[in-house]
């Protein structure tokens, strides 16, 4: 699983680096049409001298503003070319242009109160308004550390520029709005909007890596065990490290082949024996998946599932059960096609091999061999469905009536005979 938090880990640095760019870009864009507006508005408005007594040169109180928008540009253009792979786009450069847009928003309080009765009245304008939103609005950008950067630089900013223009007063505004307790609460408020900010980021990186690492773990337990696996199987090996481990456990092993399906395959095209394949399969598998089996590989015409391994349902008793109902199911389809299936259970090794880059969830053993052997059988026998006496004796709460009952049965590559039960 290691292999897996790292791909994991290289997936979510990925993610979260393009994320972070792209919403720089819009915010790049946003910032930079506001500050622009801004700039339109204080052109045709403030240069009617007949509005405002003191006026200041405009030049002034639009130079960070024209700052902001150049470096607003220039944040678009980096974070486009390194969404593209050609530049980065470094921290240092996004700070910055955060105590631009900071600092055009206070200086633009201290510009404005020229033009006011009253030094302290733009404290009561819209640009603290705009020193929300900028706290606010830092969640967007993903970075912990730029939010919180921005908290204190927020805060910190409206409090000198506060204090600076209530000490500037004129004394013209009523007493309640010039007491300094409400302007420190403001600027507190500010902070804690950064703070928020921060910790909607940092739950939102938390949301996306583990998002990410169930998907890549869901996806290791399908390329280990296979596609076909339940959903309440795959939910249980990925919370289950022991069930994924190798080792020595019970398991009822199921082979299954479709019978006569070479000779249906002579003259048909390619497209349509798969397609006929693909439908009888389409309907077998989930006989074993719903029974909490794994089909772990495909052989051609048929296929190999276990149950009990790597997840047991409980007991041997239980795991041999699940494997017979779901071959007396397969066996019920109607099919122009016979199948052939053959159970047996004992001891396997079940584990992982493979490369790092691809493993298999496989079980090897003796079980393995015979049980694939029994399958092999219902050509002779005319059958469609053998039990070993392992499976056999394990199933007998089922009531099941045997077709036949076949002693001393030889089994090729095996020393001694075994005893067979054939169920249809």
């Given at each position: ?149 921005g908290a204190a630089l927020v805060g910190s900013s409206y409090l000198l520029v506060s204090f600076g223009l209530l000490s500037a007063s004129d004394g013209n505004l009523d007493r309640i709005f010039l007491l300094p307790a409400q302007h420190v609460l403001r600027a ?237």
């Amino acid at each position: 699983m290691q292999a897996v938090m790292n791909r994991t880990a290289q997936r979510y640095d990925a993610a979260i680096r393009e994320q972070e760019l792209r919403n720089e870009r819009n915010y790049a864009l946003i910032a930079g049409s506001m500050f622009g507006i801004v700039v339109l508005f204080s052109v045709v408005v403030f240069s009617r001298a007949d509005l405002y007594d003191n006026m200041v040169p405009i030049w002034q109180g639009n130079l960070l503003f024209l700052g902001v928008i150049a470096m607003e540009i220039l944040v678009y253009r980096r974070a486009g070319q390194a969404l593209r792979g050609e530049a980065d786009l470094p921290l240092w450069m996004r700070a910055l242009e955060l105590t631009l847009v900071v600092a055009a928003s206070t200086a633009d309080m201290w510009t404005e109160s020229y033009h006011m009765t009253d030094r302290a009245m733009p404290l009561y304008g819209p640009a603290p308004i705009g020193l929300a939103v900028i706290a606010s609005a830092m969640a967007i950008r993903l970075n912990v550390t730029l939010c919180l950067y921005g908290a204190a630089l927020v805060g910190s900013s409206y409090l000198l520029v506060s204090f600076g223009l209530l000490s500037a007063s004129d004394g013209n505004l009523d007493r309640i709005f010039l007491l300094p307790a409400q302007h420190v609460l403001r600027a507190g408020l500010f902070a804690t909007a950064g703070l928020v900010a921060a910790l909607v980021t940092h739950q939102l990186r938390n949301t996306l890596r583990r998002s990410l690492e169930e998907i890549d773990a869901r996806a290791e337990v399908e390329e280990t065990f296979g596609r076909h696996v339940s959903p309440a199987v795959a939910d249980a090996l990925l919370h289950d490290a022991e069930a994924r481990s190798t080792s020595s456990r019970f398991a009822c092993v199921m082979f299954l082949d479709i019978r006569g399906f070479t000779t249906f395959s002579e003259g048909r095209t390619p497209e349509e024996v798969v397609g006929v394949l693909n439908e009888l399969l389409d309907k077998m598998v989930p006989e074993v998946t719903s029974r909490d089996g794994i089909v772990n590989k495909f052989l051609g015409d048929g296929f190999m599932a276990m149950f009990g391994a790597p997840l047991s349902a409980g007991s041997p008793e239980a795991d041999c059960i699940a494997a017979v109902e779901a071959a007396l199911a397969i066996v019920a389809q109607p099919s122009e096609l016979r199948v052939g299936i053959g159970l047996h259970a004992g001891e396997v090794v079940a584990g992982c091999i493979g490369t790092e880059e691809r493993t298999e969830y496989t079980l090897i053993g003796d079980t393995v061999n015979v049980a694939a052997r029994i399958e092999g059988l219902n050509k002779a026998f005319a059958s469609q469905l053998l039990l070993s006496e392992a499976v056999w004796s394990r199933v007998e709460s089922l009531g099941l009536e045997p077709a036949e009952v076949r002693e001393g049965v030889e089994v090729k590559g095996r020393d001694g005979v075994l005893r067979i039960v054939q169920l249809a």
